[in-house]
């Protein structure tokens, strides 16, 4: 298996703009996470999703933020309209949950700078 | 809520040094733990995991014990190389989605 894949891997793009980072999860796998990752905060957590539902998006910053699983290997965060400080390296991660939860294997990220 | 603290960095050792990274966690239940490690430039990769009391993961020479009565998860490695240097995360998994602690950068100096 390839592993989860993330595109693109870099993006810039001016304030104002609208941005689409992709996802394609590991084949079998039914959970799908995006996190955040600054030098100031960490890895943050922004969303989660289980069977294609979101269960938790109380990490998603605001209203300008949205993500979505158009099927069960594939999902997008959109930022519109995106800000400077919404400069950060993204990344997807997933796994399988079934009756135990289970390790996430991570994507390589999408590093995100916006002007 | 669930939490995870591990050791402020960074951290600077000579090689074949032995190495200590400290982690402890809160949780309700009985979460299973990991630490990941992160390359430069490179997403998070799993490097070893317990999935309860008293597991020991290990994995390329790297180990971890699961200390439910400590509630503590330390890495340890008996012999440091330069290609260890990266940034270590701890990470908890209950009910919630993967909660990491802020990571620990190592530097390993020939």
């Known amino acids: 298996d390839a592993g989860v894949i993330q595109s693109p891997r870099h993006e810039v793009t001016e304030m104002g703009q609208e941005v689409t980072l992709r996802c394609k999860l590991i084949s079998g796998h039914n959970s799908l996470f995006w996190y955040r990752q600054t030098m100031m905060r960490g890895l943050e957590l922004l969303i989660y999703?289980?069977?294609?539902?979101?269960?938790?998006d109380s990490g998603m910053p605001e209203d300008r933020f949205s993500a979505k699983m158009p099927n069960a290997s594939f999902s997008t965060l959109k930022i519109q309209p995106s800000e400077p400080r919404d400069s950060a390296v993204y990344f997807c991660?997933?796994?399988?949950?079934?009756?135990?939860?289970?390790?996430?294997?991570f994507g390589q990220g999408t590093r995100l700078t916006v002007v | 809520g669930d939490s995870v603290t591990q050791m402020e960095g960074p951290v600077t050792l000579s090689e074949e040094a032995f190495l200590t990274i400290n982690c402890t966690y809160t949780?309700?239940?009985?979460?299973?733990l990991f630490w990941y490690v992160q390359y430069p430039g490179e997403g998070l990769q799993l490097l070893l995991k317990a999935t309860k009391a008293d597991d020991k993961g290990s994995n390329k020479g790297f180990e971890a014990t699961y200390r439910k009565e400590t509630t503590s998860f330390h890495l340890e490695k008996g012999s440091v190389q330069v290609s260890d240097s990266a940034v270590y995360f701890c990470a908890l998994r209950g009910n919630t989605p993967l909660v990491f602690g802020k990571g620990t950068r190592l530097s390993v100096i020939a």
């Open positions: 949780a309700t239940g009985y979460p299973s």
């Open positions: 991660a997933s796994s399988f949950d079934g009756q135990m939860t289970t390790e996430a294997f």
């Open positions: 999703f289980n069977n294609n539902v979101p269960i938790d």
